[in-house]
């Protein structure tokens, strides 16, 4: 019901009053609220995109929140949002659901690229890929400083798996990713991404905050040790693993640490 609730709340927010000035996008933002942007995608982000057989699509949503006391001039950082694959639901829907109230609370910028409607062929990485980069390239155009701004991966279940595969990439392209949040995860992917993408050895000290409910029965807490473990005897050494009296699902209050633990170190 909160994740429903949430949703609907954006139409309230992206309906709100604008001042002049700020913009995401070419569209008005204001400090607080959150819109969703078409914006296009480069050539690269296009070739990601088709992995699978996938169309090209013609944009990508971008959706952006900012939280209130929001100044471009200042250095902000981002949470980039992925979902699962299981219900079909858009990075954006868990950014709403499970992620914004808490990470606004906490002075971030959320940040979510999906493909328009309808869902595609395949949903692989390289479509997730394409429009996450898409995002965050619309970003960096709406307020070029934020190139520099830390960048943190999120997702929970199979959207864990995705921020795990994606983060790699995205420190390969320059981005400066200062951790990754992981809950209800009970594959480890991380390790093919980093020797895939190959963003060097300092990305092995990246913060990884992995979440457990101890009554996950989908990732069971077995499962997300192992999933630790295996970390670990790739090389990655900055790992914190906390558990919560719940299921498969984001706990406000384990976000709310990983958030200020991945602040505190960049």
């Known amino acids: ?29 204001t400090p607080g609220a959150t819109v969703r942007v078409s914006v296009p995608l480069s050539e690269l982000e296009k070739s990601y995109v088709t992995e699978g057989g996938n169309p090209v699509p013609s944009y990508t949503v971008a959706t952006l929140a900012v939280p209130r006391g929001f100044d ?17 639901f858009p990075s954006w829907y ?10 606004l609370a906490q002075g971030w910028v959320l940040l979510t690229g999906d493909g328009p409607k309808p869902a595609p062929r ?15 390239d619309a970003l960096n155009r709406s307020f070029p400083g934020s190139v520099k701004w830390p960048v943190v ?3 929970q279940s199979g959207g864990a798996k995705r921020a795990t595969y994606l983060a790699p990439l995205l420190a390969a392209r320059g981005y400066h ?29 990246t913060p990884i905050f992995l979440s457990s409910g101890v009554r996950d029965m989908i990732a069971t807490l077995d499962q997300q040790n192992a999933v630790e473990n295996s970390m670990r005897r790739t090389g990655f050494e900055n790992i914190r ?18 958030l200020r633990w991945f602040r505190k170190g960049s």
């Open 1 to 29: 019901m909160a994740r429903i609730f949430c949703a609907l709340a954006w139409f309230a927010f992206s309906a709100s009053a604008f001042p002049a000035g700020l913009s995401f996008a070419g569209v008005p933002l």
């Open 177 to 205: 990713v200062a951790g990754i949040f992981l809950e209800g995860m009970n594959e480890e992917r991380i390790t093919e991404s980093y020797r895939r993408f190959k963003p060097g050895r300092d990305f092995l000290r």
């Open 72 to 88: 471009p001039n200042k250095t902000w950082p981002v949470l980039v949002v992925f979902s699962s694959s299981d219900h079909q």
């Open 94 to 103: 868990d950014m709403m659901g499970w992620y914004r109230a808490t990470a």
């Open 122 to 136: 395949l949903d692989s990485t390289g479509w997730r890929a394409g429009h996450a980069l898409a995002a965050l």
């Open 153 to 155: 991966c999120a997702g």
């Open 241 to 258: 693993h906390t558990t919560f009296p719940g299921g498969h699902q984001v706990s406000p209050t384990e976000l709310q640490k990983a």
